[in-house]
């Protein structure tokens, strides 16, 4: 199985500052057949069910603010946020979509200083 | 509207079974990749289970042999039937839809694109 490592798995961060978590897999998630890299990056706010943010490892899903950005190749991955907000907590996961079983990070539990 | 409600989680002794159902609405989830994926208390997300469109199913290791995935096309709900229910399976269960593209390179499986709201699964004695 592929396994997905994340750093930091806690995050405080202030508002209004950038902040950044990786993520990096065992292999490599590029399907040399298709071109694509099969990374995902999900937000599980408090309480709630996950929601995806970002999927093959830069593209926004619909409704995601522009200042989640999602970027990395092979099996090194990052998610950035350009300026925190309140609403943004709650705990980042990423996912390889390359193969079943499918596999996530830890998690990274980003909270307001 | 995409929906998808899960229900049928409950209390069960170790050693006991339970049906997950997963509702879906504003979708056909016989045309899409269907999962079940599970978050014990307090911990990450596991994935425990897909059926395909066309109807092929793989499993976690740590669930192959006790749970079994299947759907409905006539009220167009998703299904897990758990058996042998150990401590360890204690989790909200999740469904996640995954759209599904044939390309000149072959089936890709897109990302989990909908989550239902989860339905409690303690198993304890």
């Known amino acids: 199985d592929i396994v997905m490592t994340q750093t930091p798995l806690s995050l405080p961060v202030t508002p209004g500052e950038p902040a950044s978590i990786s993520c990096k897999s065992s292999?490599?998630?590029?399907?040399?057949?298709?071109?694509?890299?099969?990374l995902d990056w999900y937000l599980q706010k408090p309480g709630l069910s996950p929601q995806l943010l970002i999927h093959?490892?830069?593209y926004r899903a619909s409704g995601v603010p522009a200042r989640f950005s999602g970027s990395g190749s092979g099996s090194d991955f990052t998610l950035k946020i350009s300026r925190v907000e309140a609403e943004d907590v709650g705990v980042y996961y990423c996912?390889?979509?390359?193969?079943?079983?499918?596999?996530f990070g830890q998690g990274t539990k980003v909270e307001i200083k | 509207e995409v929906q998808m409600v899960e229900s049928g989680g409950d209390l069960v002794q170790p050693g006991g079974s339970l049906r997950l159902s997963c509702a879906a609405s504003?979708?056909?989830?016989?045309?899409?990749?269907m999962s079940w994926v599970r978050q014990a208390p307090g911990k990450g997300l596991e994935w425990v289970s897909v059926?395909?469109?066309?109807?092929?199913?793989k499993y976690a290791d740590s669930v192959k042999g006790r749970f079994t995935i299947s759907r409905d096309k006539s009220n167009n709900t998703l299904y897990l039937q758990m058996n042998s229910l150990r401590d360890e399976d204690t989790a909200v269960y999740y469904c996640?839809?995954?759209?599904?593209?044939?390309?000149?390179?072959?089936?890709?499986?897109?990302?989990?694109?909908?989550w239902g709201r989860g339905t409690l699964v303690t198993v304890s004695s």
């Open positions: 996640a839809r995954s759209p599904v593209e044939f390309t000149t390179f072959g089936v890709v499986i897109h990302e989990f694109d909908y």
């Open positions: 504003g979708f056909t989830v016989s045309s899409h990749y």
């Open positions: 059926i395909y469109s066309g109807g092929g199913t």
């Open positions: 292999q490599s998630l590029l399907d040399s057949g298709d071109g694509n890299t099969y």
């Open positions: 093959t490892v830069s």
């Open positions: 996912m390889q979509r390359i193969e079943f079983p499918r596999t």
